[in-house]
């Protein structure tokens, strides 16, 4: 496995979206969940990516955190070193719907249960999960301030964020945010101000939804020929390909693809070995 870094810290060049596991669509069975989380770990992965919103139900808030601690804690292998980064800011009332709530009172009362959940005294990394329209971006950022300094997080990281609330962000947080996570994909590129800005600033770039989202994933080759006709060429599937075209933007980016299936995240781990040529990374760029 390869490694890239998030802050001070050594995580692998791709990591384990949890969102498949627990929102609509998601395995009847949590224990082929745990199967999945335990086979990333098998292969090297160390940053498995949740948040507190990632449930169906309004009364299993955190349904994904809970999950990710039941599979580490059952793991047979060292955990030492596994990023758990999570996130806070986002709510689901239960009807399919998402909702933001960036108050700074929910911010830090959002990171308190999730310490619970987790089971750890300070969370590796917590992502303030989208702009509260509601709330002054600075006061949201500050909440998040406020934890990093009393030690209830290790590192802070923004989600959904544009250049300036980045620019804002690392102001308010005194220069220590380690992270960005945007949606970027072969289907959405507008993503690229911010990726390039992180690249600038040395700040982690975690594309969410890289192979395009759950419901489009499986397609990412028929919809998209040109990752198709170098996947074929190299014998190897479309997803990986656009993994590898990800790692390709920047060194500090680090895909975080959901799986549900223990077989979808080893495909998505072999892109790390893959090294696209010049040539093919005009086709996926600009084919």
Same mark, same amino acid.
């Given at each position: 496995?390869?490694?890239?870094?998030?802050?001070?810290?050594?995580?692998?060049?791709? !990591?384990?979206?949890?969102?498949?596991?627990?929102?609509?669509?998601?395995?009847?069975?949590?224990?082929?969940?745990?199967?999945?989380?335990?086979?990333?770990?098998?292969?090297?992965?160390?940053?498995?990516?949740?948040?507190?919103?990632?449930?169906?139900?309004?009364?299993?808030? !955190?349904?994904?955190?809970?999950?990710?601690?039941?599979?580490?804690?059952?793991?047979?292998?060292?955990?030492?070193?596994?990023?758990?980064?999570?996130?806070?800011?986002?709510?689901?009332?239960?009807?399919?719907?998402?909702?933001?709530?960036?108050?700074?009172?929910?911010?830090?009362?959002?990171?308190?249960?999730?310490?619970?959940?987790?089971?750890?005294?300070?969370?590796?990394?917590?992502?303030?999960?989208?702009?509260?329209?509601?709330?002054?971006?600075?006061?949201?950022?500050?909440?998040?301030?406020?934890?990093?300094?009393?030690?209830?997080?290790?590192?802070?990281?923004?989600?959904?964020?544009?250049?300036?609330?980045?620019?804002?962000?690392?102001?308010?947080?005194? !220069?220590?945010?380690?992270?960005?996570?945007?949606?970027?994909?072969?289907?959405?590129?507008?993503?690229?101000?911010?990726?390039?800005?992180?690249?600038?600033?040395?700040?982690?770039?975690?594309?969410?939804?890289?192979?395009?989202?759950?419901?489009?994933?499986?397609?990412?080759?028929?919809?998209?020929?040109?990752?198709?006709?170098?996947?074929?060429?190299?014998?190897?599937?479309?997803?990986?390909?656009?993994?590898?075209?990800?790692?390709?933007?920047?060194?500090?980016?680090?895909?975080?693809?959901?799986?549900?299936?223990?077989?979808?995240?080893?495909?998505?781990?072999?892109?790390?070995?893959?090294?696209?040529?010049?040539?093919?990374?005009?086709?996926?760029?600009? !084919?």
């Amino acid at each position: 496995m390869k490694n890239r870094r998030i802050g001070a810290v050594e995580v692998s060049a791709i !990591g384990l979206g949890g969102m498949p596991m627990s929102v609509e669509g998601r395995p009847d069975d949590d224990n082929r969940s745990i199967r999945t989380i335990h086979a990333a770990l098998d292969a090297g992965v160390t940053l498995i990516d949740t948040a507190d919103s990632y449930h169906v139900h309004a009364d299993e808030v !955190g349904h994904n955190e809970s999950l990710i601690a039941r599979a580490l804690a059952g793991y047979g292998g060292d955990t030492s070193d596994v990023l758990v980064a999570t996130k806070g800011g986002m709510f689901r009332p239960g009807d399919g719907t998402w909702g933001e709530d960036g108050r700074p009172e929910q911010i830090r009362a959002a990171c308190e249960a999730s310490l619970k959940r987790l089971g750890v005294e300070s969370i590796g990394l917590y992502q303030h999960h989208r702009p509260d329209l509601s709330v002054p971006y600075a006061d949201s950022i500050g909440a998040v301030r406020d934890l990093l300094d009393e030690g209830k997080i290790q590192m802070a990281g923004i989600s959904n964020a544009n250049p300036e609330q980045i620019r804002q962000a690392q102001e308010i947080l005194g !220069g220590r945010l380690v992270s960005v996570q945007n949606q970027f994909s072969p289907a959405f590129r507008s993503s690229e101000p911010e990726l390039m800005l992180c690249d600038e600033l040395g700040i982690a770039f975690l594309p969410w939804a890289p192979l395009g989202g759950s419901a489009q994933a499986a397609q990412l080759g028929s919809r998209f020929q040109p990752f198709a006709d170098v996947a074929a060429s190299r014998g190897v599937s479309p997803q990986q390909i656009c993994l590898a075209w990800h790692l390709a933007q920047s060194p500090v980016v680090i895909p975080i693809p959901g799986a549900r299936r223990p077989e979808s995240i080893l495909d998505s781990v072999a892109a790390t070995a893959l090294t696209l040529d010049d040539d093919e990374l005009a086709a996926l760029t600009f !084919g």
